[in-house]
């Protein structure tokens, strides 16, 4: 039985999950099984029906010929598994519950990594966007000012050094965006669109 706990905010991703998600793949293989071993219980407690149809051929000197029957029935008197299906039943109550709690901690964790990739992206936006060109705007500035003889050396190494740091900041942001990524694609069990 699946749980109807849906992320408002990633419902693709969930559902990928559950298709593709390995822990909750055996989770499922697991209660099918288990739903098949019941099965078996069960009808095992049917009473089976045998029935033989031969023919009789004797020697001499009887001569005697003609066909024979039996019919037999296996009744489960003492076998009727009922101990076997309840322990099935529990089983399968436990499984249907760690199904539910492992669909809910994939879920927390896809919309958890879904607001800090959001998160990331945004940050990586302000960077690429208004970050980097304004520290890229004031490093020219400052090497103009100084062509003109107005500030020291040190306006124009410094303006550089701002760059080099905003530039290493927004490749961090980037990298922590990939990484964000894959830990989303990890939890899902493939590759996300």
Partial sequence: ????????????????????????????????????????????RIPNLGIQVGADFNAPPDFRAGPRGQLAVELPLFTRNQGQITQSLATQQVLSAEAAATERAVSARLEAGYFDIKAQQTQVELYSVKLLPVAHQVESLAEESYRTGKPSILAVVQAQQNVQEVERSYLESLFALQSMLADLEEAVGGPIE
């Fill in 1 to 44: 039985m699946r749980t109807q706990a849906r992320s408002r905010h990633c419902p693709n991703l969930l559902e990928r999950a559950r298709q593709l998600n390995p822990e909750l793949q055996r989770l499922g293989q697991e209660q099918k099984v288990e739903e098949s071993r019941r099965a078996l219980l069960k009808a095992e």
